[in-house]
């Protein structure tokens, strides 16, 4: 196989249509995306075989629902941390570690169940490991895909990875309930085992072209996971993507956590029912995905998503209420059609929001949320359903879907496309004396602007969505201060723990935060220039005075 090339990328231009077929015309996307197509296939073959298996060693609700917490809780508490280090290292070769590892483990367990030795506490453990491979697998998988396409084709490589995802949900558990009653509860961990071959194939042939240029030394691995944490914290168009996905994933989640009891118990069916319901989910989001672009163009995101979460609620009523497996499939088709809507439109949100540097931390704060609500989900309606039945976990799970879509109609999808988050690389080197100025910590930096008082109120309002693009960089305090002599005189000032993080800051203002500071200036009084200093915390002792320059951080 050739190696793959990369093309070029800016994600400094504002997304626009494009086909949804696009980013096949791309020959790494290609190649990686049938990769993990077949990688998925066996992933979804593993999670029925798990979830039967743990359905025949104890059937009770909440032994069976501690399956699906295992999947998602690793990916919950370990994911942030798997972003910082896709944004530190390289992101190929740390995908080709986690997958190796996935096989091994896969490979040793689906031995354990044809010995006939596999209980449900080794069950749950092997379900926790493959999960904590996942949780450093999937920042990193969703941050290369700006790497494999244009710009212009990101929204439809996004579509394209979920529909992925979804062909191989409706070829895996379908195969998994035939392959189980056929051969053996152990032939689909087997399989998965062998599915990995093709991406580490894959990875191995590719080659990725590095996007980091800085000069400055790599991030120490908890502050760039601080960073992360606070670029999500101060960016609206995530911090709206998160609230949205809250809302749906933690009703959302009964019917993953309870399907393999509703195949057992509520529908008295075997593996062979559990993988068709499973499947048709799979077909469903197949076909979701095929028409998804033309209805996001004509309704926008936000009714996409309020869509898909009525449709998953209907699901739930319908599996609650009709005991009848030709009538849940036709729901799991309308289940599979309504999360693709949602997932990828949250997907796709997420990623607009965020600019290369931070990508796959921004992307793990979305995935830790995603999987927190899963498993926190999959634990509440196990319970529940233990507690009151699963018919009345369904509905319970259901009204709260419904009651949520107006209390969060307020946060808005899509808010970063179009953005530029692209590094502006504006403001010139700052002026310092100190030859240990890396280690000095704290560093501020204060800037004075003379604005006069007819344009305050505007002044007031752009210096508030300038802290956050400041927080955003790496400023841990901002503030803004009026001269109490000279009103039209206000002094900015924000912190950094270092001045090497400073200088980082530097490397990440955007396009977007540039428009922000370039109208402040026409707000100023006449011939008179923003005035920056910069001041060194005396951690170290020096003598030298702080260092001043005039607009380098305006």
């Known amino acids: 196989m050739k190696n793959l090339a990369t093309p070029n990328q800016n994600d400094g ?30 992933t979804w073959m593993n999670d029925v075989g798990a979830g039967w298996l743990m359905a025949s060693l104890d059937p009770s609700p909440s032994a069976v629902s501690l399956v699906q917490a295992a999947t998602t809780l690793p990916v919950f508490l370990f994911a942030l941390l798997a972003g910082a280090l896709a944004d530190m290292f390289d992101r190929r070769k740390l995908l080709m570690l986690v997958n190796v590892i996935m096989a091994a483990t896969a490979s ?28 450093f697998v999937a920042p990193a998988w969703q941050a290369i895909v700006p790497s494999l396409v244009p710009r212009h084709a990101l929204q439809a490589a996004i579509a394209l990875n979920s529909t992925g995802i979804n062909v191989s949900r409706a070829i895996g558990p379908a195969l998994a309930g035939v392959i189980i009653v056929s051969i053996g509860i152990y032939a689909p961990f087997a399989l998965n085992a062998v599915s990995f071959i093709g991406i580490l194939i894959a990875l191995f042939t590719w080659k990725m072209t590095s996007e980091t240029t800085s000069a400055l030394p790599r991030e120490h691995v908890i502050a760039a996971m601080v960073a992360g944490a606070r670029y999500a914290l101060h960016s609206a168009p995530l911090r709206a993507t998160i609230g949205r996905a809250i809302a749906f994933f933690l009703f959302a989640s009964a019917y993953w956590a309870l399907l393999p009891l509703i195949a057992k118990t509520s529908l008295g069916g075997d593996a062979r029912s559990y993988g068709i319901l499973v499947g048709a989910v799979g077909v469903g989001a197949v076909l979701g995905a095929l028409v998804l672009p033309r209805l996001r163009r004509r309704f926008g995101p936000d009714n996409i998503a309020v869509a898909g979460t009525l449709g998953t609620a209907c699901v739930l009523v319908v599996f609650a209420i009709v005991p009848n497996l030709i009538a849940a499939a036709a729901g799991s088709l309308l289940a599979g059609a309504s999360w693709i809507a949602v997932l990828s439109t949250l997907n796709a949100s997420a990623q607009t929001a965020l600019p290369s ?11 830790t949320i995603f999987f927190g609500a899963m498993s926190l989900g999959s634990i509440i309606w196990g319970q529940i359903a233990q507690a009151a039945g699963i018919p009345a976990a369904l509905i319970i799970a259901a009204t709260g879907a419904v009651i949520l879509i107006p209390v969060t109609w307020r946060l808005k999808l899509g808010l970063g496309e179009k953005l530029d988050l692209a590094p502006s690389a504006h403001w010139p080197a700052p002026v310092v004396v100190h030859e240990n100025a890396h280690d000095r910590s704290p560093a501020m930096t204060m800037i ?13 309002a752009l210096a508030t969505a300038l802290s956050q693009a400041r927080k955003r960089s790496g400023a841990y305090r901002w503030g803004l201060m009026q001269d109490a002599e000279h009103p039209d005189q206000f002094s900015e000032y924000f912190l950094e723990t270092s001045w090497l993080n400073h200088l980082r800051h530097h490397e990440r203002v955007s396009g977007s935060d540039r428009v922000i500071q370039d109208e402040i200036r026409t707000l100023l009084k006449p011939e008179t220039t923003p005035v920056v200093t910069h001041l060194l915390g005396t951690a170290i002792p020096a003598k030298s005075k702080p260092a001043t320059s005039k607009g380098s951080d305006q």
């Not at 030795?117 to 069950?123: C, E, G, K, Q």
């Not at 540097?357 to 995935?367: H, K």
């Not at 004075?448 to 007031?460: D, I, S, T």
């Open 13 to 42: 231009v504002p997304v626009t249509p494009s086909s949804p077929w696009a980013p096949f015309r791309f020959r790494a996307f290609t190649i990686l995306w049938v990769a993990t197509v077949v990688s998925n296939i066996g």
């Open 357 to 367: 540097w931070v990508r796959a931390r921004g992307l793990s704060v979305f995935i």
């Open 448 to 460: 004075m602007y003379h604005v006069p008082a007819k344009n305050h109120q505007r002044f007031l």
């Open 108 to 135: 040793a367990f689906a031995l354990l169940v044809y010995l006939d030795a596999a209980t449900p506490t080794v069950l749950i453990g092997v379900t926790f490991i493959l999960g904590t491979c996942t949780a």
